[in-house]
T-cell receptor, first 109, second 113 residues
Framework: DAKTTQPNSMESNEEEPVHLPCNHS???????IHWYRQLPSQGPEYVIH???SNVNNRMASLAIAEDRKSSTLILHRATLRDAAVYYC??????????FGTGTSLTVIP | NAGVTQTPKFRVLKTGQSMTLLCAQD?????MYWYRQDPGMGLRLIHY???????AKGEVPDGYNVSRLKKQNFLLGLESAAPSQTSVYFC????????????FGPGTRLTVT
């Protein structure tokens, strides 16, 4: 399965937008792009997923590059509760999720 | 509707001891997964199941066995625990195929001394 590359850490000021990047240059045509986040001492939590088109839900937006080799998770207004590790994951026909080390997001009050 | 639950929440084992971790879901999902998470790392898939009576190996299956005798339960067994199996174990279950979200349990923290 294709792998993803994310920055180890990012910081954001509270109530400002956050753009979390993910590179997946070896993505195949059937791979979905998923984003999960993990708050301290909790299991991962689903954030959003998409295939080709940009997606919006109540938590975030997902912007997918036209060639699908990268994507960006957008948190429109960061809150302190958004401080977490964010994972970008690709899944294809194998039904397996491969988590990388993710991006640790710090939100500054 | 409890979602995904895991038993126990914490456990300390001595090297060589055996134990079984239980994952239960009440959402009637076909798919269930077992992951482990080591400090500072992402989750790694141990074993998974695509339906009652079926299991398959994931990324790091060595030292573990699994069974899915009932649709709602997915058991992870350690026959002879080793210190390298000290980790936090998470169970997850998506509604269907990999394009859907996975619901994770709260985790089991296992220490092997």
């Amino acid at each position: 399965d294709a792998k993803t590359t994310q920055p180890n850490s990012m910081e954001s000021n509270e109530e400002e937008p956050v753009h979390l990047p993910c590179n997946h240059s070896t993505i195949s045509g059937t791979d979905y792009i998923h984003w999960y986040r993990q708050l301290p001492s909790q299991g991962p939590e689903y954030v959003i997923h998409g295939l080709t088109s940009n997606v919006n839900n109540r938590m975030a937006s997902l912007a997918i590059a036209e060639d699908r080799k990268s994507s960006t998770l957008i948190l429109h207004r960061a809150t302190l509760r958004d401080a977490a590790v964010y994972y970008c994951i690709l899944t294809g026909t194998g039904n397996q999720f491969y988590f990388g080390t993710g991006t640790s997001l710090t939100v500054i009050p | 509707n409890a979602g995904v639950t895991q038993t126990p929440k914490f456990r300390v084992l001595k090297t060589g001891q055996s134990m079984t971790l239980l994952c239960a879901q009440d959402m009637n999902h076909e798919y269930m997964y077992w992951y482990r998470q080591d400090p500072g790392m992402g989750l790694r898939l141990i074993h998974y199941s695509v339906g009652e009576g079926t299991t398959a190996k994931g990324e790091v299956p060595d030292g573990y066995n699994v069974s899915r005798l009932k649709k709602q339960n997915f058991l992870l067994g350690l026959e002879s625990a080793a210190p390298s199996q000290t980790s936090v174990y998470f169970c997850a279950s998506p509604p269907a195929a990999s394009s859907y979200e996975q619901y994770f349990g709260p985790g089991t923290r296992l220490t092997v001394t």
